[in-house]
């Protein structure tokens, strides 16, 4: 079955950086594309950045345009999240997720990882 | 402000129905297909509907999709407890080219 394992949160000051990372199995990774979603506690859902099947293909929220960097390895069944100049309003949980047939749709998510931007 | 609208919170009574609507524009629900999400307290969210009114494996027929135009809805029949949660629309913004989701609705079965 589709797995998705994140890791990489933490606490970080503001102005850090911090890389994120997504742990794929289950599934043929490289034929999907991939998304990243945050959750500020308590807070709704807010698509962050979706990376195509080919890693050709990049889109972000206007939020984290030009402060994250999303990118894959298909040899490690991995994706990624560059996290850059962060704010105490990046303050999230941070989801990765697998695409369907199209990107109206994430069909998998992984249990999230919680980044606390906090001095 | 989401992009997509959906109502804070709805309230129904076990075994009892509920609809949850999700409003959104021309560039976004009216160009693309609408997902729906299931979030349980304390646990990632969940694919519960796609394209509009499809149910993955193992998604139980209790729950169903619409869409016209702009608008999408999400039907729950049947209301157990289990249901409590969260549930978000999601839909694809040609526009933007940016995922948007609807703020979330809050589903309490009283």
């Known amino acids: 079955q589709v797995q998705l394992v994140e890791s990489g949160g933490g606490v970080v000051q503001p102005g850090r950086s911090l890389r994120l990372s997504c742990a794929a199995s289950g599934f043929t990774f490289g034929s999907y594309g991939m998304h990243w979603v945050r959750q500020t506690p308590g807070k709704g859902l807010q698509w962050m950045a979706v990376?195509?099947?080919?890693?050709?293909?990049?889109y972000y929220g206007s939020s984290v345009k030009g402060r994250f960097t999303i990118s894959r390895d298909d040899s490690k069944k991995t994706l990624y999240l560059q996290m850059d100049s962060l704010r105490a309003d990046d303050t999230a949980v941070y989801y990765c997720?697998?695409?369907?047939?199209?990107?109206?749709?994430?069909?998998?998510w992984g249990q999230g990882t919680l980044v606390t931007v906090s001095s | 402000q989401s992009v997509l609208t959906q109502p804070p919170s709805v309230s129904a009574a076990p075994g009892q129905k509920v609809t949850i609507s999700c409003s959104g524009a021309?560039?976004?629900?009216?160009?693309?297909?609408v997902s729906w999400y299931q979030q349980l307290p304390g646990t990632a969210p969940k694919l519960l509907i796609y394209?509009?009114?499809k149910r993955p494996s193992g998604i139980p027929a209790r729950f169903s999709g619409s869409k016209s135009a702009t608008s999408a809805t999400l039907g729950i029949t049947g209301l157990q407890t289990g249901d409590e949660a969260d549930y978000y629309c999601g839909t694809w913004d040609s526009s933007l080219n940016e995922g948007v989701f609807g703020g979330g609705t809050k589903l309490t079965v009283l």
């Open positions: 997720a697998k695409d369907g047939h199209s990107s109206s749709i994430l069909e998998s």
């Open positions: 021309s560039s976004n629900i009216g160009k693309n297909s």
């Open positions: 990376v195509s099947y080919d890693g050709r293909i990049n």
């Open positions: 394209d509009n009114n």
